[in-house]
């Protein structure tokens, strides 16, 4: 299937809003508080020129795939030593949306079902779903959009009628900047991930349009991601905020209104769970589609099995200590391990430039 750029635009919105607008607001309120909106504006911008690198790449690689074509940049090893990296993070950036999405879920529901039985279900799921390939999940990425769409529209006309408007000049008149920088390199960690969009080639062309809905990608994750900041400290001030784990879910139940607006949490929860669901099946594609050029399988569905049913295993153990799990989140290192995996279409660009081959439109070798 040749997917076109305003459908990847789609798919985009919903694998980079997954994580963020669930995980990504109250450590960024606990850091930074009010300024939360610097760091949010600038890694959105920096996450632009990894847009760039990308592009750059995917227009350089004309259609090839890319766990091949990397090879003419990087060399042979160099690319085979990245796209083994790649495997275990994909992998192990599954566990974690799984046990962070049942740790979630059985705060609300199920409290007496053991996680094992939870992440094995969710560990199906995700296998069947990739399975299904990348022309599945771009179809349910572009029904899922249309209501996170409607959503972020409801967001924005319910919840501004409770918020307390008179915290607005705390956003500008708090000067405490010393947690803006570490701030800036977690929203990076969060939705900096451009560089995934080279493992869909050649279903993908990256010319111009594919730029451009790249770029609105990131400006409406962006935008949805203050928005949901700001209305979440409006509507409980920067203390309690600061101590709220889910705070969209926290936004919905605590609105003034009745009925179905106010009883709307398990519609958010089924559309994120199919969002969450959608973002990691796409990683099991992408640690597949790595592991399959390095051992050279041309069958790829025995190594969906094995990423999967790795990933599952892996979230097993970290339900078993909740704590290290937590702890291991917010670490340094952790954070930028992240962002080093999220830079990889910069070195590449770089090593590119030095080598002198940046301005050729296809490489042969």
């Not at 969060?190 to 400006?219: C, H, V, Y």
């Not at 041309?298 to 892996?314: D, Q």
């Amino acid at each position: 299937m040749r997917t076109t750029s305003f459908q990847i635009f789609r798919f985009a919105c919903i694998y980079m809003l997954t994580m963020p607008l669930a995980f990504m607001i109250p450590p960024l309120i606990v850091t930074s508080g009010y300024l939360g909106w610097i760091a949010v504006l600038i890694g959105g911008t920096i996450n632009f020129g990894l847009i760039l690198c990308t592009y750059q790449l995917g227009k350089m690689a004309s259609g090839q795939a890319w766990t091949a074509f990397g090879e003419k940049i990087s060399g042979k090893w160099g690319h085979r030593a990245v796209l083994l990296i790649l495997v275990f993070w994909s992998v192990y950036y599954v566990s974690l949306d799984m046990e962070q999405f049942t740790m979630f879920y059985r705060s609300a529901y199920m409290r007496e079902t053991p996680d094992w039985f939870l992440l094995l279900l969710i560990g199906i799921v995700i296998l069947i779903t990739a399975r299904w390939g990348f022309s599945t999940l771009v179809y349910i990425a572009d029904g899922t959009f249309i209501v996170i769409l409607l959503g972020i529209i409801f967001i924005l006309v319910i919840f501004t009628g409770d918020a307390n408007y008179q915290m607005l000049p705390a956003f500008v008149t708090n000067h405490d900047f010393h947690n803006v920088f570490s701030d800036v390199i977690s929203v990076i960690s969060w939705n900096g991930e451009w560089f995934i969009f080279l493992f869909i080639m050649p279903q993908l062309k990256f010319d111009k349009n594919t730029l451009r809905n790249l770029l609105l990608a990131n400006s409406l994750v962006i935008f949805a991601v203050l928005l949901t900041w700001l209305l979440v400290l409006l509507n409980f001030g920067n203390h309690y905020a600061s101590q709220l784990k889910y705070p969209v879910l926290q936004l919905i139940r605590s609105t003034s209104f009745t009925g179905l607006i106010g009883n709307a949490d398990p519609l958010f929860i089924g559309l994120w769970a199919t969002s969450m669901i959608v973002h990691d099946a796409f990683l099991i594609y992408v640690g597949v589609t790595c592991l399959g050029h390095l051992l050279k399988f041309k069958e790829n569905k025995p190594l969906i099995t094995l990423l999967a049913g790795t990933a599952t295993v892996a979230a097993v153990q970290y339900s078993r200590n909740t704590t290290l799990f937590q702890k291991d989140m917010t670490e340094l290192g952790f954070i930028s391990f992240w962002v080093m995996i999220n830079g990889i279409p910069l070195y590449y660009v770089l090593i590119a430039f030095l080598r002198g081959r940046l301005g050729r439109k296809k490489l042969r070798g």
